[in-house]
């Protein structure tokens, strides 16, 4: 060996132990964040913290619950999520037919049954700075998360067209299952030509006269086998290279839609009195913005063939983190995914039963922030004037709901929450939009979930749509008088 090699094989040498040397280096700070100690000096523990309550959430829970660690749910603003809004679903494993609110029922009650606290708030921000990691409520509390789920799927696309908020809950919709009854021996469009579209158009069919499928393109993208249903729905039509440019009312309701051909390149007034849109989804990941890296649409990616993110304990599944697949059988199949990769953390980083048992103690316990008061349900105009001259100096909330309206189902924690806060100054009341028709008429409520805050009598304010805890009581607040 001449001395030039004997200098390759030393430099050879030199790189190779000082590679080493960082890697060990790299592997004794990640260990050091990541110390079990850490968990001793903070309050309000969560081993797993799942947020998100749609089939990956629930499945997540699941199984960090099942892999023996105490497992949290944050269960968001919408419940549920999107199942809740389907009706029929063909492909759920093991079923020939199933509703979306039943698979959500079940794995909801599997998810209770293995011991997942399931709390009602929704998570502002999620601090990573150090471990474990800061995830703040709505409610004011702050979890200190030991691993983390993110599974909180995305919500409906809007147009971006005018007209459109200005008529949001005047004719313009993205929830047919909720508002297709308001819809009786009306005209409608749907747009959009994905599976979404011709459920919603098919969702539509009992209750509307006519209803037309607006497609940008020159096909739509929807399942071969979910077009083929639409044959046998005679009132169901197609319209292709259309896309909508503008939504037209008389200042109260939709009247029509200014429609553009790409085709012939020609527009024209389409007359229409009900909007539904089912153009896609954007992905509900605002709240992890700094803790965790999204791509440019806020789509999370999970990756080491596992549902990590960019940040070490912390997983995602379902929707949020899936832009190709996007069935409720591949959420929960994440969902099953992510509880068992926060389990396996916790057990690579020393959560063993004895240190489980020492921070019992410690646990968050939801408590007092989740205490809500029962709400008095009225079925006519008759029984309202009555409360109205019972009350004369309280203002009047009520809440227009209907059977099939999810998202007032989801609503009603937070009205009840309101309820309890507002007690000494409002009387809250619920009313059936469909069974008593004759109060929903008199108030023009067109949507559900819609608000309206009656003083003496007269319409003080209205809201149609779905309002958080936060959002009401910040929302009821405006209508109180200055003290
Ligand atoms: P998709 O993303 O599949 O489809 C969105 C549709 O909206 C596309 O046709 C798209 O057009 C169109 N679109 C987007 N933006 C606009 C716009 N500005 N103007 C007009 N049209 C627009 O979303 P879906 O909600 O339909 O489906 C999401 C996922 O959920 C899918 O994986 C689907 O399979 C699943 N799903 C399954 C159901 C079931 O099995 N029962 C029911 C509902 C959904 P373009 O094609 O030109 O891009």
Not at 167 to 190: L, R
Not at 317 to 340: F, N, P, V
Not at 351 to 357: F, M
Not at 366 to 379: D, N
């Amino acid at each position: 060996m001449n001395r030039n090699q004997r200098f390759f094989i030393f430099l050879v040498l030199l790189l190779v132990s000082g590679l080493g040397y960082c890697f060990a280096r790299r592997e004794l700070t990640t260990t050091d964040s990541f110390a079990i100690a850490n968990i001793f000096k903070k309050q309000n523990i969560a081993p797993v913290l799942v947020v998100g309550s749609g089939p990956a959430g629930l499945m997540a829970a699941t199984y960090g619950s099942r892999g023996g660690k105490d497992t949290f749910l944050i269960e968001g603003n919408k419940p549920g999520g999107l199942l809740m809004d389907t009706t029929e679903v063909a492909n759920w494993p093991g079923e020939t037919m199933i509703q979306g609110p039943q698979i959500i029922e079940k794995l909801r009650a599997q998810a209770v049954h293995q011991k997942v606290t399931i709390i009602s708030d929704q998570v502002e921000r999620i601090d990573t700075a150090s471990w474990p990691y800061a995830v703040h409520l709505e409610n004011g509390d702050t979890i200190h998360a030991l691993t983390i789920v993110i599974a909180t799927g995305a919500s409906p696309r809007k147009l971006g067209v005018s007209g459109e908020e200005q008529y949001w809950g005047g004719g313009v919709t993205s929830c047919a299952v909720c508002d297709a009854p308001f819809f009786k021996n009306e005209e409608v469009v749907v747009v959009g030509g994905g599976d979404s579209a011709v459920e919603e158009a098919i969702q539509l069919s009992p209750f509307a006269k006519k209803i037309t499928i607006l497609v940008r393109k020159g096909q739509m993208r929807a399942a071969q086998s979910m077009q083929d249903r639409l044959k046998e729905y005679p009132k169901i039509s197609v319209l292709y290279n259309v896309e909508i440019k503008k939504i037209v009312g008389d200042l109260e309701n939709v009247t029509g839609v200014e429609l553009y051909n790409n085709r012939t390149q020609k527009s024209e007034l389409f007359a229409t009195s009900g909007v539904f849109l089912a153009v896609g989804h954007i992905p509900n990941s605002g709240f992890v913005k700094g803790a965790i890296a999204t791509d440019e649409e806020g789509y999370i990616a999970v990756r080491d063939n596992r549902r990590a993110t960019s940040t070490p304990g912390i997983f995602a599944a379902g929707d949020i983190a899936d832009r190709i697949y996007r069935q409720a059988g591949t959420s929960a199949g994440s969902g099953i995914e992510a509880g068992l990769d926060a389990v396996q953390f916790l057990d690579d980083h020393g959560y063993s039963n004895q240190i489980a048992a020492q921070v019992q103690s410690t646990l968050y316990n939801p408590g007092a922030s989740q205490s809500q008061a029962e709400l008095l349900e009225l079925k006519s105009m008759e029984e309202l004037q009555q409360l109205i001259s019972d009350h004369p100096d309280k203002r009047i909330v009520v809440d227009f709901w209907t059977e099939t309206c999810s998202s007032c189902k989801q609503m009603l924690p937070s009205f009840r929450q309101a309820a309890t806060e507002f007690a000494d100054d409002m009387v809250f009341v619920s009313i059936d939009a469909d069974e008593a028709s004759d109060v929903a008429d008199s108030y023009s409520i067109m949507k559900v979930p819609t608000l309206i805050v009656l003083k003496n009598g007269e319409i003080e304010d209205k809201h149609t749509g779905f309002l958080s805890s936060q959002q009401l009581s910040e929302y009821l607040q405006t209508v109180l008088p200055e003290a």
